[in-house]
């Protein structure tokens, strides 16, 4: 729609629709020409700060971690200056992720293989 207007308005300017569709006196092509000059670098401003403005809010709400992270072989704490966090606060305070805390089969049967093991049969675990 943008587009439509922009190409329509400098179409006015440059052919001078008004005087062929009103019969109004003829504009003068220097007065037409300073107007389609003005016009552009408005709309090419316009563009250039709502470009920057989206460019800023986007920029704001997007957190990406990348490099090298220092995470213990041991029990995955990530090395933060001088402080040892979990993989879990160290992702929550330097990206937008959140975390959900689930077990999967493998780790349901490593430790609470009576549980796994009814659940698989079909009987009703005990709670």
């Known amino acids: 729609m943008l587009t439509v207007f922009i190409v329509l308005t400098l179409a006015n300017e440059i052919l ?4 062929y ?3 109004d006196s003829p504009t ?3 007065q037409r020409k ?3 000059i003005f016009e552009i670098g408005t709309y090419i401003g316009v563009v250039l700060i709502s470009f920057y403005l989206f460019k800023k809010k986007i920029v704001k709400e997007i957190k990406i971690l990348e490099g090298f992270i220092p995470i213990c072989a041991s ?3 990530i090395r933060q200056d001088i402080d040892w966090k ?3 606060e160290y992702i929550s305070e330097n990206s ?3 975390f959900n805390h689930s077990l999967c089969p493998d780790c349901i049967r490593k430790l609470y293989p009576g549980y ?3 659940k698989q049969s079909g009987e009703k675990p005990i709670t």
Do not use: M, N, Q, W
């Open 16 to 19: 001078d629709i008004p005087h």
């Open 21 to 23: 569709l009103f019969g």
């Open 28 to 30: 003068s092509f220097t």
């Open 34 to 36: 300073g107007e389609v």
């Open 75 to 77: 029990c995955k704490k």
């Open 86 to 88: 979990t993989l879990e």
């Open 96 to 98: 937008l992720a959140t």
């Open 116 to 118: 796994a093991d009814r």
